[in-house]
């Protein structure tokens, strides 16, 4: 019987460059009305631009524990640093969402809330819905087929 050696990810075989991530994703992220598309190590790309005073972040690809969800937590904590408390997620082409991506959506709906801000999810693929319904969140949050009623909701 052969045992297979259980595969570790590249951000924890090489802890350095997980520290230097974290510095390299401050130097291309700015909270500029348009922001640039980043992609991360694990192909989550994120772009984000503001429409209305709403943060409006567009992912695509995965969104799981590792590089996609620190890049991610990262703009929302610098956005949320500066007073951006009103969030619009586009999850159309999130392939899959896993529990740290589930946990992130969560901590960041209970901050923008504390300073009157929200977040609202558009498009969350049939994976996505099952996966925040299963464990239990799904009705936290509003969901809407697109980024303009997403954004009008806030008015």
């Known amino acids: ?30 909270l500029a009305p348009d922001w640039p598309v980043v992609s991360a190590e694990d192909s989550l790309d994120i772009n984000v631009r503001k429409r209305s005073q709403v943060q409006v972040v567009q992912l695509r690809g995965p969104l799981r524990m590792g590089p996609a969800v620190d890049g991610l937590r990262q703009i929302m904590e610098e956005a949320l640093g500066n007073g951006d408390a009103r969030f619009v997620l ?61 954004v009008e909701s806030f008015a």
């Open 90 to 150: 586009n999850l159309a082409e999130v392939s899959m969402i896993d529990s740290s991506g589930i946990g992130l959506l969560v901590r960041f709906l209970a901050s923008t809330k504390q300073r009157g801000g929200n977040i609202k999810l558009v498009q969350p693929n049939k994976f996505a819905v099952q996966t925040l319904r299963l464990v239990g969140v799904l009705n936290l949050f509003e969901i809407f087929d697109d980024d303009d009623a997403a």
């Open 1 to 30: 019987m052969s045992r297979t050696t259980p595969r570790t990810p590249a951000h924890l075989q090489n802890p350095a460059a997980s520290r230097n991530l974290g510095r390299d994703l401050h130097q291309h992220f700015s």
